[in-house]
């Protein structure tokens, strides 16, 4: 039988002064993680099974924590940065696989890292970095505004500009609730936007501030989704559907234990259907693989129904890696 577990978050002080880089277990994600976001993996190989029991008892690795990087396609290359992760839940299953849920905590830049020759795990030497210190509202009630304060003032109004962007284009989930913490806001739309995983890899990759100009930015601007391989438009962003109250933008698991970042969209531009993908996500449909019409290349799934009670009778789902990275126009950073 599994056993579940819902641990506490464990904070690494950032360690940005400090020679010593931490040792953590790598995992490659399959998505790119944000702080706060949550993230399902299926751990079925045995390197990845290993640091998972590993990082569930805590021997010689920090306990219930992970570092989650994203592998750039095709290579064995990792980004240089990724964000921890602790396991809140976990599943093992007869088969010796295990599945976990788990929550993205701090950003770290990756210095080295290597595969361990007798247990296949990747380990690598991380440094947390030190996030900027969150700016509270109470803390300008004195009556002076140090430099901070106008720092604040900035921050507060890039977020209103990002939360009002977001809900004329994207509007679920609703994020009127975070204007009021610029840096949550910024992790949190990030990690809904609908692009692919290069340029989500690159909203990692800056600081709060610069993530929500960016998120602007492709929020104003970007309309064509395109296929990575030749570049042609396969839906446009007026096309996303919001299939339950997380969004347009989801990460999933297959048997195999392959994550997907999938972004559902009503209608395609030159996608056809071929042949069943043998495993669905959406109960009730049917799944088969999406192929772009120009190039040939699989780029997402397409959803059919018989049943007539659900809704809609047909959609599709692209992978946000099949996604060419969107362009955006120069900005200062
Ligand atoms: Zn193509």
């Known amino acids: 039988m599994g056993k579940e577990e819902w641990p506490m978050a464990a904070t690494v002080k950032p360690n940005e002064d400090r020679p010593m880089a931490d040792s953590m277990q790598i995992v490659d994600g399959g998505a790119v993680l944000f702080p706060g976001a949550t993230l399902p993996l299926r751990a079925t190989l045995p390197g990845f099974v290993t640091a998972i029991e590993r990082a569930l008892s805590g021997v010689d690795v920090p306990r219930y924590t992970v570092a989650v990087i994203q592998a750039e396609e095709g290579t064995q290359t990792l980004s240089d940065i990724g964000t921890t992760a602790v396991i809140r839940k976990y599943r093992r299953r007869v088969d010796g696989s295990v599945n976990v849920v788990t929550r993205g905590h701090q950003r770290f830049h990756l210095q080295q890292y290597g595969l ?42 890039l977020a209103q500009r990002a939360a009002n962007i977001w809900n004329q284009k994207i509007r679920v989930p609703n994020m009127d609730s975070l204007v009021e913490k610029p840096s949550l806001l910024s992790v949190h739309i990030a990690g809904k936007i609908p692009v692919s995983t290069g340029t989500r890899q690159r909203l990692l990759d800056v600081n709060d501030m610069n993530r929500l100009r960016m998120a602007i930015e492709l929020l104003r601007n970007i309309d064509h989704i395109r296929c990575k391989t030749c570049r042609s438009t396969i839906a446009r962003q007026r096309d996303i559907l919001v299939m339950s109250n997380e969004g347009c933008l989801g990460a999933y698991v297959d048997p195999q234990g392959h994550v997907f970042e999938i972004m559902t969209v009503h209608t395609v531009n030159g996608l056809f259907p071929f042949e069943e993908y043998g495993f669905n996500w959406f109960p009730g449909y049917t799944c088969r693989n999406a192929l772009c019409g120009r190039c040939g290349y699989r780029v997402g799934w397409h959803f059919t129904t018989t049943n007539e009670i659900l809704r809609p009778g047909t959609f599709w789902g692209l992978e946000t890696l099949q996604m060419a990275e969107e362009q955006i126009p120069q900005m200062e950073l």
Do not use: M
Not at 142 to 157: E, K, M, Q, T, V
């Open 116 to 157: 361990g020759i007798l247990d296949q795990v990747t380990y690598g030497q991380i440094q947390i970095i030190a996030e900027d210190v969150p700016l509270t509202a109470h803390r300008i009630s004195n009556g002076f505004l140090p430099h901070w304060a106008y720092r604040l003032n900035d921050s507060h109004r």
